[in-house]
């Protein structure tokens, strides 16, 4: 036979082909995994880089100019395009307004690191029961007051 394959050759190629079983590999995968601790809403959000901040202004623009798109794929395609087309000079404003935005998030995130490390809670949870406390402070004298009241009108 020239040219073609011997039974053990063909063995040796199905053995590569062959598919692992799910058994053991896929078990020892689920048990790595870790459950990711949840997201602070309060967290501050990252600032968007040069080319975002550009996107937001080309967008407003482009929409004025094609109001009939409704491809978000066509929109971020031609501002990409036009970004790579732009010069340092033209990108420097946006550059700069993105450093802005920039040191605002450091100033947030270590005030927000801040009250993590004091409070451990950065939700805003600890005022919301203080103010729970306070208010359910005033109902108690209310239902005080209340129940007197209710009493004398039962006499």
């Known amino acids: 036979m020239k040219g073609g394959r011997s039974k053990t050759e063909t063995k040796k190629a199905d053995s590569k082909l062959s598919v692992k079983k799910r058994g053991a590999a896929a078990g020892s995968k689920q048990t790595t995994k870790k459950a990711k601790p949840a997201k602070d809403p309060n967290k ?5 880089s040069a080319f975002f901040v550009f996107m937001e202004e080309f967008r407003k623009q482009f929409k004025e100019k094609h109001p009939n798109n409704k491809s978000v794929s066509v929109v971020g395609k031609a501002g990409g395009d036009k970004w790579k087309s732009m010069s340092e000079a033209e990108k420097a404003p946006y550059a700069a307004k993105a ?8 100033k947030n995130m270590r005030a927000y690191n801040k009250k993590i490390a ?29 129940s007197g009241e209710e009493e004398d009108d039962d006499e």
């Open 44 to 48: 501050p959000k990252r600032p968007a």
């Open 118 to 146: 004091d409070g451990g809670n950065a939700s805003g949870e600890d005022e919301s029961e203080k103010s729970r406390s306070e208010v359910n402070d005033d109902d108690d004298e209310d239902d005080e007051e209340g």
């Open 99 to 106: 450093e802005k935005r920039k040191a605002e998030y450091e």
